[in-house]
């Protein structure tokens, strides 16, 4: 098995690294509030899809501008939600560039697709008679408003108890097990070798792009070697 001393790992990384960290940040779905409620399907789990689970749940990536969630949702009842496909934000204008964005103040946009349910607008709450636009609340850290579905019907994002909280997390830690060690290291030398998140050789949703780029280069190489010096997830 591969394995390296941390000491020597970190000096590798370091040297390999260049001087400033990207400037994007990623987000992800913090349990236990990781629910919405959609009135005619049930509970919507956004943060545990993948295996290990939660490497391919609900991410935020934030832009100048505002930013784009990648990643999917599950629904017991209706199977994989996909939240972005490819790198955000999303132009909306075809099934090969849909996705959910976010303007600066966090209002939602866009499009999110069920393989059994169709398209979930998530500018569809801010059509409503009175407008409850689905939005990033940044001062809670979680999800307000409603999104609607031609098929389901409205997505309740904005319950008191049953919501989608959203916290910094621990992208870096690749296996799930609340460390950054050298097996994170092993699984992001792969997908560092592969770069392009697209690639059919990539691991599946591309846990390691970690500021959201579509690629795994150098600025998510700066962002790992910070987490893996840290070791422990906070």
């Keep these: 098995m591969f394995h390296m001393s941390r000491s ?20 992800r779905v913090v349990p236990p509030n990781k629910y919405a409620w959609a009135e005619n399907i049930g509970f919507l789990n956004w943060a545990d899809a993948g295996s290990p689970a939660g490497t391919r749940g609900a991410k935020f990536f934030t832009r100048p501008a505002g930013g784009f969630f990648r990643g999917f949702v599950w629904s017991e009842n209706c199977g994989w939600i996909n939240l972005g496909n490819g790198d955000g934000p999303y132009a909306n204008t075809n099934n090969t560039n ?28 801010a059509l409503a008679v009175p407008a409850q636009p689905a939005r990033i609340d940044f001062v809670s850290s979680r999800l307000r408003g409603y999104a609607w579905g031609e098929n389901i019907g409205w997505v309740n994002l904005d319950d008191a108890g049953v919501f989608v909280g959203l916290g910094a997390g621990c992208p870096c830690d690749l296996n799930n097990d609340s460390v950054v060690d050298d097996l994170d290291f092993q699984i992001f030398v792969v997908a560092y070798d592969t770069v392009v998140c697209d ?30 010096d840290a070791v422990l997830c906070p």
């Design 98 to 125: 849909f996705g959910v964005n976010a303007n600066g103040s966090g209002q939602l946009s866009g499009f999110a697709w069920g393989e059994n349910i169709g398209w979930i607008n998530f500018s569809g709450g």
């Design 8 to 27: 020597i790992t970190i000096a590798l990384l370091t040297l390999a690294a260049a001087p400033s960290l990207a400037s994007a940040q990623s987000f």
């Design 199 to 228: 690639d059919p050789s990539m691991p599946s949703g591309c846990p390691a792009d970690f500021n959201g780029d579509n690629a795994v280069d150098d600025l998510d190489f700066q962002i790992f070697v910070v987490a893996y």
